[in-house]
């Protein structure tokens, strides 16, 4: 029998290893961007998301480096991490040559399951099932 201390220790180191090999992930965009294209363009959802991805991504980095002066494992710092590792996963599904309408709703459920709001992260904590 694994008592509670120690399953939340085992929990959070196995969160703390899958967000090194997110991390560890360099792997760039396959797709090019037209940094300079019309306004009249009409965006595809995968690129909606994708912007939508970026600004997320973009807030919780500000938020990360504000929140970089204490390295207490408190809920917040966990779910930082967790907010991390879901942005890396997202951006790493995105970048599939092959995505389905199923696994782009997927992608745009994750994404709303993460707020950032008066200076702090709210992610719901409820898993959501990948399609593959």
């Known amino acids: 029998m694994i008592r509670a201390p120690d399953f939340i220790r085992i929990i959070e180191s196995s969160i703390l290893s899958f967000h090194q090999f997110v991390k560890a992930d360099k792997k760039k965009s396959s797709s090019s961007r037209n940094l300079f294209g019309t306004q009249n363009q009409m965006a595809t959802p995968v690129e909606q998301i994708q912007s939508s991805l970026e600004k997320k991504s973009m807030k919780l ?5 504000r929140s970089k002066g204490y390295k207490k494992k408190s809920r917040e710092h966990m779910d930082m991490v ?3 590792v879901d942005v890396k996963v997202l951006s790493r599904v995105l970048r599939t040559s092959k995505i389905s309408k199923e696994q782009l709703f997927w992608c745009e459920e994750k994404l709303k399951k993460l707020v950032i709001a008066d200076g702090k992260l709210q992610r719901d904590p409820s898993p959501l099932i990948f399609r593959c």
């Open 82 to 84: 967790l907010g991390v």
């Open 61 to 65: 980095k500000e938020l990360r480096k």
